[in-house]
C-alpha cells in the first residue's frame, strides 16, 4: 500500500510512506533480493483529498476521520472536492514541487495559507475547542474560551497542528519547553546545542562552542494537572578544545560527568564541572556509550564501550573515580558508524549492514544490511538483550541478541534521526515531527509538529527533545488518562492493550483496581453497540457488579435495594431508553442479552452479596418476555423478593408462576388458593394444561396434612381417580411413618367408590398392610362390581373380565380375608371358580375339585388349583392334591371318556408328582401300557435319580467323616505338656486340674472357657482354628 487511508493510526497507515508523499517523494522500499531500495512505479488514479483550510467550528458527523484525507483508487482519480467558499483557498496536503530548490518556497506558500486560514477563523470564531452554551453555539457567539483563546499566541501553525493531533489515536505526549533559547546563549546566535545528558533534575547540554551548561530542572504540576518546569541555570563551564562538544554521559554512582570532546573523553565532577585532579581520560574516541547491563559486577565502576580513531576499532573500558582502564579491544568488518551495548552484546551500525557482536567471545551475527550513506544509523537499547534499529523502508526494527525479532516493526519516517523509548510507546523524530508508536500494536498513536529537531533522548523514563536553540521535554500524559480518552471515543481494543501493557509501570494492587474498571468500561462500550458477546467477557473479566448493568434496565433493580452507581460512573447512559434511543428493537435484544448473562452469573461468585437484585431481575425479565425459563427460575432455589416479585407477576399475568413464588416462600396455602382459582376458571392463566394433575402431585408431597384435608373434597370431585393419589402416592418417609390415618381416609372416601378401590388396593397389594378389615372390604367390593357388571354381562364384558381376574387374584393371594363371609356372599351365585378358590382356602379340597372337574370341567384350571394350593407345602401335600384329583377323574359315577383322558394327560404331565405303585393299583386294567408310556418312563427316570442322588450324598458324608477322622488321629498323635506355669489363654488363669482343651492351633484354655460361648473378639480372632473345630 502505498498511501495511507488516513492520518489517524490503523493497519492501512505508513507513516513514513505518508508524509514522504506529502513531501513530494516517491515512497522507497528495500528489495531483498538486491541488497538496495527500489522506487516502486506511480500507480494510476491513487490521490489524496485535500483539507479545507478553513475548519468549521466542529468536526463533522464522521468524527475527526472525516476531515481526514483518504485514500483514491480506480482508474480515475477521485472527484475533486467542492470549492471553498469565495475568498478562501485550500491548504494542499498532497505533493509540493519535487525540485529541492522551490521546497522552501512551498513551505512559505503553505505557510502564508495557513496564516490566512487561521486569520478568517478568528473573525468567524471558528475555533477547535467546544462552547459551553448550546445557545451561543446556536446564534454564532464566541463562548468565553473562546474570547481567552482569541488573546492567546494561537498561530496558524498551531491551529493546524490541534487537528493533526486530533486525527491521531491517542495524546500520549505533551510537549513543554524546558530550556529556552534565552536562558541558553542569551543574544550569541551562532550557539547551537550538539548533545545533552539529563541525571535526576540535572540537565547538562554541550554546545558548538565548547561550552558546557549545567541547569538544575524541577518538575511544577498545577491543579490543572498540566506538568511544566522551571530551570535554573547553575554552572557554565567552557573546556578551551575550540570543537563542539560531542556527547555527554553521567555516572552519578561516581559523582562523574564524561565529556566527549576533540575525540577526548574527560571525566568532570557532576556538580561544579572540573576535571578530575588525576587527570584521567580516554583519547583517541569518535562516540561512546556507558554499559547499563554491567558484567564486570563492581559497583564503583562504569563500563564504557568508545568507537576509536583507529579504523575498524572498537575498545571497552572501566571507569572508576579516578582512574580508567582498558578491558578489550575489538577489530569490525567495517567501519562502525553507531553503537549500543547490552552486557556482553555489542549492536553495530557499520558502514553497510547491522550486526551483534559478543565481545567476550567474539562471535558476531548479522541482522540485515542498510546503506549509512542514503539515511543517519540509530542503534537504541530498548531492554535486556534487545535493541531498535533504523531499517530500511522506514522500519523500526527490533532485535535481540540472538539475531530475531520478537515485536513486529513500527512504520516510522525514512528521515528519522532520533529515537527514544518511554514505555509503551516509541518515539522517533524527524526533520518536521516527533511521531509516536506503541510497542503493543505498532500502530502509529500521535504526531506532534516539531520543526529543525535534532536530538531525540530518554532519561530514566524522561523523553528529551532539541532543536539547536531549545530544548523540549516530551511529558506524558499518565497511561490511565490515555486509556480514558481512548474509550470516550469508544477505541476499546486499543484502550485493552495500552492497559495490559501497563501492568509493568503500576503497583500491582493499584494495576488490579484500574484494569478492572477498564475492562467494565470497555464491556459498556461494547454493550451500547450491541456487541454482546465481547461485552459479556469484558464483563466477566472485570468482575462487574451486575447490578451496574441491572439499572441501566427501568424498574428492575427491586425498590427495597440499596445499590448505587459507581462513581465516576463507568458509562454515560442514564438508561437503557437513552441508550437505545427508544428503538425497541434494540431494546429487545438488550433485555436478551441480560437474561442469558443474569442467568449465567446468578450461581457464581459474581452475584455473592446480592443475589436477591439478581434473581428478582431475572423474573421480571422472563415474566415480562413470557420465557419458558420463568418456571424453572421458580422451582429452584432462589433468592426473588416476594413483594416485589408478586407485584410484577401478577401485573402481567403469570398467576401459575405467582403461586410457585408463594411456594418458594413457604406460603403454600396461598399457591393452592391461586392455581385452584385457576382451574375453576376464576382467573385465566394457560401457562399449564395440566394445572389440575399438578395441584394433586403438589398436596401429594405436601407435608401440611391440614392443607391436604381442606383440598381432598376439591380433587376428589373433579376426578376420584386422580384425586386419591394424594393418599396412595405420599412420600415413602411419610409412608413408613403412617402419617394419615387409613380408617380416617376410607371414611372421607366413602363417598367416592372408585377412590376407595384404588386406596384399598394401595394398602392391601402395594402396602401389604396385614389387617383383616382391609382385605375383607376389597374382597366385598371386587365382588360387588363383579356381581354388577354380570347383571350388564352384554354390555360391560371386558370390564367384567378384568374385575373377575382381580377377584380370584385376591381370594388366591391373601389370606387375611373373611373366607366364610365372603363364600356365604358368593352362595347362589354362578361364581363357581370363586367359589372353588374359597373352598381351597379352607382345605375343602375334594368340594373344589369337584366343582372344577364337573361343573366347570376345566381341567386346566384343576391342574392349576393344585399346583397354586400347594406352592409352599411340602411334596407330600402336593402328592396329595394330585392323588385327589386323580382320584376325582376316576371315581365317577359315569365313565365318561373325556375324564379319562384328562387323567392320563395328568398322569403324563406331572408323572413326578404320583407315586408309582398307588397310581397302579388306582387305574383300570383296561388302560395300556402305551397309554401309560409317558407316565411309567417319567416314573422309572425319578426312581432312579432319587436312587442315584442318595448314594451321592452317603459317598460325601463317608469321605467327610473320614477326613475328621483322619485330623482327630493327626491332633492325637501331638503331645501336649501341661504345668503349674501354664494358663488359659482366655481367662489368664493357671490350670488347677489336668482336664484341659486344646485348640487345632495348640492354644490351652480351661474346659468351662471352651464351653463359654460369648468369647471377646481378640480372644476369639487368636484362638480359633479355620475349621472352626476343636
Not at 557554565?236 to 578544545?241: A, E, M, Q, R, V
Not at 442479552?593 to 423474573?619: H, P
Request: contains cysteine; glycine residues 6%; hydrophobic residues 40%.
Amino acid at each position: 500500500m502505498l498511501l495511507g487511508a488516513s492520518l489517524s493510526s490503523g493497519p492501512a497507515w505508513n507513516s513514513s510512506v505518508g508524509w514522504n508523499a506529502a513531501r513530494g517523494r516517491r515512497a522507497r522500499r528495500f528489495d531483498p533480493r538486491r541488497g538496495q531500495l527500489r522506487l516502486p512505479a506511480p500507480r494510476q488514479g491513487v490521490g489524496l483529498d485535500v483539507l479545507p483550510a478553513s475548519l468549521p467550528p466542529s468536526l463533522p458527523a464522521g468524527g475527526a476521520s472525516a476531515c481526514q484525507p483518504r485514500l483514491v483508487t480506480g482508474r480515475a482519480a477521485a472527484p475533486p472536492p467542492p470549492p471553498p467558499p469565495e475568498g478562501e483557498t485550500q491548504l494542499p496536503l498532497a505533493s509540493p514541487p519535487r525540485r529541492r530548490e522551490n521546497r522552501g518556497a512551498w513551505k512559505e506558500e503553505r505557510a502564508r495559507l495557513a496564516a490566512e486560514a487561521s486569520a478568517r477563523a478568528v473573525n468567524r470564531g471558528w475555533w477547535p475547542t467546544r462552547c459551553s452554551s448550546q445557545a451561543q453555539r446556536q446564534d454564532g457567539n464566541r463562548c468565553p474560551q473562546q474570547m481567552k483563546l482569541r488573546h492567546a499566541p494561537l498561530k496558524a501553525t498551531a491551529y493546524i497542528r490541534g487537528h493533526l493531533e486530533s486525527a491521531m489515536s491517542v495524546k500520549a505526549f505533551r510537549l513543554v519547553p524546558a530550556v529556552e533559547r534565552d536562558l541558553l546563549m542569551g543574544d550569541k546566535a551562532r550557539i547551537n546545542i550538539e548533545c545533552i545528558e539529563c541525571c535526576g533534575k540535572n540537565l547538562y547540554i554541550g554546545t558548538n562552542d565548547c561550552s558546557i551548561y549545567y541547569f538544575l530542572l524541577e518538575e511544577k504540576n498545577s491543579p490543572a494537572e498540566k506538568t511544566s518546569f522551571s530551570v535554573s541555570k547553575q554552572l557554565h563551564k567552557y573546556l578551551s578544545f575550540r570543537k563542539p562538544v560531542g556527547e555527554l554521559k553521567a555516572a552519578s554512582a561516581l559523582n562523574r560527568l564524561l565529556v566527549l570532546c576533540d575525540n577526548t573523553i574527560t571525566l568532570m565532577n557532576m556538580m561544579n564541572l572540573e576535571p578530575i585532579p588525576t587527570g584521567a581520560r580516554i583519547k583517541g574516541a569518535t562516540m561512546f556509550t556507558l554499559n547499563e547491563n554491567p558484567m564486570s559486577g563492581d559497583p564503583f565502576c562504569v563500563e564504557v564501550c568508545i568507537v576509536s580513531v583507529k579504523r575498524r576499532t572498537i575498545q571497552l573500558f572501566l571507569v572508576y573515580e579516578d582512574r580508567v582502564q582498558i578491558v578489550k579491544e575489538l577489530l569490525t568488518p567495517e567501519q562502525p558508524c553507531a553503537v549500543a551495548i547490552d552486557g556482553h552484546y555489542l549492536c553495530l551500525a557499520l558502514t553497510t549492514q547491522y550486526i551483534i557482536l559478543n565481545y567476550d567471545t567474539g562471535v558476531s551475527q548479522d541482522l540485515f544490511p542498510y546503506s549509512s550513506e542514503e539515511r543517519r544509523p540509530i542503534v537504541k537499547r530498548v531492554g535486556r538483550q534487545e535493541f531498535l534499529l533504523a531499517g530500511p523502508g522506514g522500519l523500526g526494527m527490533f532485535a535481540t541478541v540472538d539475531g530475531i525479532s520478537q515485536r513486529a516493526p513500527v512504520h516510522w519516517s525514512e528521515n528519522v534521526v532520533g529515537a527514544a523509548l518511554c514505555f509503551p510507546y516509541v518515539v522517533a523524530l524527524d526533520e518536521e515531527f516527533i511521531t509516536v508508536h506503541s510497542m503493543l500494536d505498532q500502530q502509529q498513536k500521535q504526531t506532534l509538529p516539531f520543526k529543525d529537531g535534532h536530538i531525540l533522548q530518554d532519561f530514566e523514563g524522561r523523553v528529551i527533545v532539541a532543536t539547536t536553540k531549545g530544548v523540549y521535554i516530551l511529558v506524558p500524559l499518565p497511561l490511565e488518562t490515555q486509556i480514558q480518552d481512548l474509550l470516550a471515543s469508544h477505541r476499546v481494543e486499543e484502550a485493552l492493550v495500552l492497559a495490559k501493557g501497563a501492568r509493568r509501570n503500576i503497583p500491582k494492587e493499584k494495576f488490579q483496581v484500574m484494569y478492572k474498571r477498564i475492562l467494565q468500561q470497555a464491556g459498556f462500550i461494547q454493550f451500547a453497540q450491541l456487541q454482546f458477546l465481547e461485552a459479556k467477557e469484558l464483563f466477566r473479566g472485570g468482575q462487574l457488579d451486575v447490578r451496574e448493568l441491572i439499572s441501566l434496565y427501568p424498574f428492575l433493580l427491586p425498590s427495597s435495594s440499596s445499590f448505587m452507581r459507581t462513581h465516576p460512573p463507568l458509562h454515560e447512559y442514564a438508561d437503557l431508553n437513552q441508550l437505545t434511543q427508544g428503538d425497541q428493537e434494540k431494546m429487545a435484544k438488550c433485555k436478551q442479552f441480560l437474561m442469558s448473562y443474569l442467568n449465567e452469573v446468578r450461581s457464581t461468585d459474581v452475584a455473592n452479596g446480592y443475589k436477591e437484585d439478581v434473581d428478582t431481575a431475572l423474573l421480571k425479565l422472563y415474566a415480562e418476555s413470557g420465557h419458558e425459563s420463568l418456571l424453572d427460575l421458580l422451582v429452584s432455589e432462589n433468592f426473588c423478593l416476594l413483594a416485589d416479585s408478586a407485584a410484577w407477576l401478577e401485573k402481567h399475568k403469570k398467576f401459575f408462576a405467582l403461586g410457585l413464588l408463594y411456594h418458594a416462600n413457604g406460603q403454600d396455602a396461598a399457591a393452592l388458593q391461586l392455581w385452584v382459582k385457576i382451574v375453576n376458571g376464576d382467573i385465566q392463566d394457560s401457562t399449564r394444561t395440566d394445572l389440575y394433575e399438578y395441584i394433586v402431585d403438589f398436596l401429594t408431597s405436601c407435608t401440611d396434612h391440614e392443607l391436604v384435608w381442606k383440598y381432598a373434597e376439591w380433587v376428589l370431585q373433579r376426578s376420584e381417580e386422580v384425586g386419591v393419589y394424594i393418599f396412595t402416592r405420599r412420600p415413602l418417609e411419610e409412608e413408613q411413618k403412617n402419617s394419615f390415618n387409613p380408617d380416617d381416609v376410607i371414611s372421607c372416601l366413602n363417598k367416592y367408590p372408585v377412590s376407595l378401590v384404588k386406596y384399598l388396593e394401595f394398602l392391601v397389594l402395594e402396602r401389604r398392610v396385614k389387617k383383616e378389615k382391609f382385605h375383607t372390604h376389597l374382597a366385598v367390593l371386587y365382588l360387588e362390581e363383579v356381581l354388577r357388571l354380570k347383571s350388564l354381562a352384554a354390555e360391560k364384558s371386558e370390564e367384567l373380565s378384568k374385575s373377575q381376574a382381580k377377584l380370584r387374584s385376591l381370594l388366591q393371594k391373601s389370606d387375611l380375608y373373611r373366607i366364610r363371609f365372603i363364600l356365604d356372599k358368593i352362595s347362589g351365585t354362578d361364581l363357581h371358580m370363586e367359589c372353588a378358590i374359597l373352598f381351597g382356602k379352607l382345605e375343602q379340597h375334594d368340594k373344589a375339585l369337584h366343582i372344577l372337574v364337573h361343573e366347570l370341567k376345566d381341567f386346566a384350571a384343576a391342574e392349576e388349583y393344585c399346583v397354586w394350593n400347594s406352592e409352599s407345602k411340602d411334596l407330600p401335600y402336593r402328592k396329595k392334591l394330585f392323588h385327589m384329583l386323580l382320584s376325582e377323574y376316576l371315581n365317577s359315577s359315569t365313565s365318561e371318556h373325556q375324564l379319562a383322558m384328562a387323567a392320563v394327560d395328568l398322569l403324563n404331565n406331572h408323572a413326578a408328582e404320583f407315586d408309582a405303585a398307588c397310581v397302579l393299583q388306582l387305574i383300570p386294567d383296561t388302560w395300556s401300557v402305551q397309554l401309560l408310556s409317558s407316565f411309567l418312563c417319567g416314573s422309572m427316570r425319578e426312581s432312579i435319580h432319587a436312587q442315584r442322588m442318595t448314594q451321592i450324598a452317603l459317598g460325601l458324608a463317608k469321605a467327610e467323616n473320614l477326613t475328621y477322622t483322619h485330623e482327630k488321629v493327626k491332633l492325637k498323635g501331638i503331645a501336649t505338656v501341661l504345668s503349674d506355669r501354664k494358663v488359659c489363654q482366655m481367662c489368664q488363669s493357671p490350670f488347677s486340674e489336668p482336664a484341659f482343651v486344646r485348640y487345632p492351633n495348640g492354644g490351652v484354655v480351661h474346659t468351662h472357657c471352651a464351653a463359654n460361648r460369648h468369647v471377646n473378639s481378640s480372644t476369639n480372632h487368636h484362638l480359633s482354628s479355620p475349621s472352626g473345630r476343636t
